[in-house]
């Protein structure tokens, strides 16, 4: 891929670029084939990419629990039973940690946020050049295999988590005490502009935090993979210069992937454990 690029400017935005359905200039539905023309879709342009790796690593999370639930066994487990038992183990712990309600939800919940946010940044780890050059021999301009890296897909959990914050709120205090947090607290009933505006901004705030805090380190992850791949393009011309510019690419690779799965597993612990502490927060009385 790299060797076809101009320069490495291009390289960079083509990596960068999702596979985008919408509403193409010439007033036809189509997939864009450039960046200005993914742009010029507007709102209502779907990144095929993203959604389609996001079910599939969804449905891919959910067949593994599945099949080693319908293959219990009492006697000596397997390697996966003793991974999903772990697994299970550690979740609840953290959820037990973070919150102090009773919500039969919550704990599947975190189950689910945390795998399918990690199974979603692991796609990181894959070689950055691999999937866009066999999706190119498809026909495929654009692909990109992590969907975290798309703030679409990240404001789009965070969006439903925040959902579910807002209705635990009415649902454990009712509107009125949902409403009387945002506006009596903590300046009393005469500081009730003031309150509402630090409340409301501190609500919003919830969302907007989750899904920026992913994105912006999968996308930095992201972008670092790339401009480590730009120095494989060295290998094309033969000097000491280049084979020593290329050995380091391979040295850097190794040493990022490495440090990049603590990033990986980091995000979605902690994608998992803010969704539950702002649960937690819904079901209080007063935070």
């Not at 969907?147 to 209705?167: H, K, R």
Request: hydrophobic share 50%; aromatic share 12%; with cysteine.
């Amino acid at each position: 891929m790299s060797s076809e690029a101009h320069t490495s400017a291009e390289y960079i935005k083509h990596h960068l670029q999702n596979l985008t359905y919408g509403h193409l200039p010439d007033g036809t539905w189509g997939i864009a084939h450039s960046a200005e023309e993914a742009k010029a879709m507007g709102f209502w342009a779907l990144n095929l990419d993203t959604f389609i790796m996001s079910l599939l690593l969804g449905a891919a999370f959910m067949f593994m629990f599945r099949s080693v639930a319908k293959s219990v066994v009492s006697g000596t487990p397997g390697g996966m039973q003793n991974f999903c038992e772990w697994a299970l183990e550690f979740i609840d712990t953290s959820v037990r940690g973070s919150f102090s309600g009773k919500n039969p939800m919550v704990g599947p919940l975190a189950l689910t946020i945390f795998f399918w946010v990690f199974s979603m940044n692991l796609m990181d780890l894959l070689p950055i050049d691999y999937v866009p050059l066999l999706m190119k021999a498809l026909g495929v301009p654009f692909f990109k295999v992590v969907p975290s890296t798309d703030p679409n897909a990240t404001f789009g959990m965070a969006i439903g988590v925040f959902v579910l914050v807002v209705y635990y709120s009415i649902k454990m205090k009712g509107l009125g005490g949902f409403v009387g947090e945002l506006t009596l607290q903590p300046f009393g009933k005469w500081g009730m502009p003031v309150n509402l505006l630090l409340e409301g901004v501190n609500l919003i705030a919830k969302p907007i935090s989750l899904a920026l805090r992913l994105f912006g380190n999968m996308y930095a992850g992201e972008m670092i993979f790339i401009l480590i791949a730009l120095m494989g393009g060295a290998w094309a011309g033969m000097s000491v210069g280049n084979a020593t510019l290329y050995g380091s690419q391979i040295l850097l690779s190794l040493g990022w992937a490495i440090f990049h799965i603590l990033i990986v597993t980091l995000q979605a612990f902690i994608f998992m454990t803010l969704t539950v502490v702002y649960l937690d927060m819904a079901h209080q009385e007063h935070h």
